[in-house]
């Protein structure tokens, strides 16, 4: 499941075979206490060792900064290796060759179409160095020679220039639409600056172009979406801020191409930009990924400050403890580039280090969209805030934060918390609205068992029972408990990658943090607790909610009613942590 190209069954078995311990040894001085080892964190500068290795789960983390992972993990991080190259090194060390070189054909098209994209970008890079037009441009915006090296910039000419130097050859046109640069009809792209963008093995997969004349429209084009090119998922630069000397211990991510190379060129190679579109949940699951810090630092206009915004709510669902998302705000009408230009890279660091916090962003948000005066405004504010907190999965978080904004704008809690099932008036309980509540609490404790002690999955019921319960999470109890049939069972770090990239490979991550160690035997009654919560609240809210139906068809018994307030007084007590 981590890799469409290479069998699941190849990874577990790179996995099995891999030595955590030893792996990480070589690159950090560990020292076994107790069952674990521990060591200072290569990932964040600390006097007091706080990473631990577990040989048992297979899996680290480090109590500082938040950084865990398995062994594919470790070496995508502290060596900036993609997913491919990591599995490679592991396989190589266990004695393995990837099935993709050994057993499986190289796919021919995503070959032709990777050649196609790098003549492309070599055609682009000559044509630059003949185009005095591009030259002025860049010298006009300040572009060293140095950063358009570096990032591979281009001119694509006008008319048919790309489709006559790549050939005329009816395959290789086909060849060029698919990859959309240009096709039977001309060159999609014509008097323009150009981007290649480069995937994390620094592959060309697409471009962006910056249109030179002004009545040229639009003035920014992308290719459109390929084999190769997907928008939604990729970032401009992220490939060069990997490489650039020194390890990632942020990201800054802009709009546009031009701030990548101005803020580079000032210093900061560790920027990266969306593709002309709003941040999308890919982009930002890959950018911490990368690094546990990301900046957003968009325009200082409108359309910045919505993105702004939108990269807030975006970012809420990621928040948790080890990541750091801050927001630097700019003055009006200014960019990265022109600020960068106008004020200095000092004055950037400045702003850089009084970047607001997501929290901070946040409550700034709320202040600027909502005076808090009147009423009304407060019940909008209340409304807003409870959204927006409710986007936020790890539970700790989004208490503290609901807190946060409780005392700042001084509301009462429950106006912000999820709120509780309703109380079923003495008339008809059709006039009662629908009982509905976060009951994912209880499959929260569950996951968090199941990812520290895989073993556990084995007190589970049927996958048959537990597809007839309507509770939210329990889809990702069962994806585990059918893995561990596939699978024959795993560590904490096969389990993990095992579901890497996917959406119960997202909240695994989460709660894949050390808790409190049980030995087993009370790990196996809570487990059993658990199970037997979840299947008392599911049967309640069955029955409750088949009382609701009949109370609309017709009026309740008295103890009917009875019993609708007895299902639903169970239902308060159970726990309200939404999973």
């Known amino acids: 499941m981590a890799s469409e190209r290479i069998p699941q069954a190849f990874i577990d078995e790179v996995l099995a075979r891999v030595d955590l311990v030893a792996l990480i040894g070589t690159r950090v001085e560990l020292k076994k206490t107790g069952r674990d080892f521990t060591g200072r964190c290569p990932f964040h500068e600390e006097r007091t060792p706080s990473f631990t290795v577990s040989p048992a789960k297979q899996f680290y983390h480090c109590f500082g900064c938040g950084a865990h992972g398995s062994a594919l993990g470790f070496l995508m991080a502290y060596d900036r290796q993609s997913f491919p190259d990591a599995l490679q090194a592991l396989a190589h060390e266990v004695g393995l060759e990837l099935p993709d070189r050994a057993q499986t ?36 915006r300040g572009v060293s020679r140095e950063i358009g090296d570096r990032f591979r910039l281009g001119y694509a000419p006008g008319g048919r220039a790309l489709v006559q130097a790549l050939g005329s050859d009816p395959e290789r046109l086909a060849g060029l639409a698919r990859i959309g640069l240009s096709a039977n009809r001309g060159d999609r792209f014509r008097n323009r600056l150009m981007f290649p963008i480069r995937n994390a093995r620094g592959e060309v997969i697409g471009f962006g172009g910056r249109a030179l004349q002004s009545d040229d429209q639009p003035k920014y084009l992308n290719s459109p979406e390929s084999l190769l090119f997907h928008k939604g998922s990729e970032l401009y630069g992220l490939h060069e801020a990997r490489t650039s000397a020194g390890r990632l211990e942020r990201l800054i991510v802009v709009e546009g191409y031009i701030d990548v190379l101005a803020l580079s060129q000032s210093g900061f190679s560790e920027s990266v930009a969306t593709l002309g579109t709003s941040l999308t949940a890919e982009q930002v699951h890959k950018l911490i990924g990368v690094t546990p810090e990301v900046v957003f630092c968009f325009d200082g206009d409108a359309a910045g400050r919505r993105a702004s915004f939108r990269a807030l709510e975006i970012a809420l669902p990621f928040a948790r403890a080890g990541l750091n998302f801050r927001f630097l705000g700019l003055p009006d009408g200014e960019d990265p580039d022109s600020f960068v230009r106008r004020a200095g890279s000092e004055a950037f660091r400045e702003r850089l280090e009084r970047s607001r916090s997501l929290s901070e962003a946040l409550f700034f948000a709320l202040e600027k969209r909502f005076d808090a005066k009147s009423i009304e405004s407060r ?16 539970p700790l978080y989004r208490e503290l934060l609901t807190q946060g904004i409780t005392e700042r704008f001084h509301l009462p809690a429950r106006s912000i918390t999820s709120p509780r099932a309703p109380r079923v008036p003495s008339g008809n309980p059709a006039r009662a609205p629908r009982v509905a509540r976060g009951r994912g609490g209880l499959v929260r404790q569950l996951l968090t068992h199941l990812i520290h002690q895989p073993s556990l999955i084995r007190l589970l019921p049927p996958a048959a029972e537990l597809q007839t319960f309507p509770m939210p999470g329990l889809d990702h109890v069962g994806n585990i408990q059918a893995a561990w049939i596939e699978r024959g069972g795993f560590s904490t770090g096969r389990l ?35 199970v037997e919560q979840i299947r008392t609240q599911n049967t309640t809210q069955i029955r409750l909610e ?27 007590r159970s726990p309200k942590t939404p999973g």
Do not use: N
């Open 105 to 140: 054909k190289p796919d021919p098209e995503r070959i032709h179409a990777l050649a196609l994209a790098e003549e492309a970008a070599a055609f682009f890079s000559a044509a630059l160095r003949q185009s005095t037009r591009a030259q002025a441009y860049l010298d006009q």
């Open 379 to 394: 019940v909008a504010l209340a409304r807003e805030a409870q959204r927006l907190a409710g986007c936020v999965t790890d």
């Open 496 to 530: 993990l990658e095992y579901f890497r990239g996917t959406a119960t490979g997202a909240i695994l991550e989460q709660l894949a943090v050390p808790a409190t160690p049980l030995d087993e035997k009370a790990s196996q009654e809570e487990v059993l607790a658990l």
């Open 546 to 572: 088949e009382l609701l139906t009949q109370s609309r068809e017709r009026d309740l018994t008295v103890e009917e009613k009875k019993e609708f307030q007895s299902l639903e007084l169970i239902l308060k």
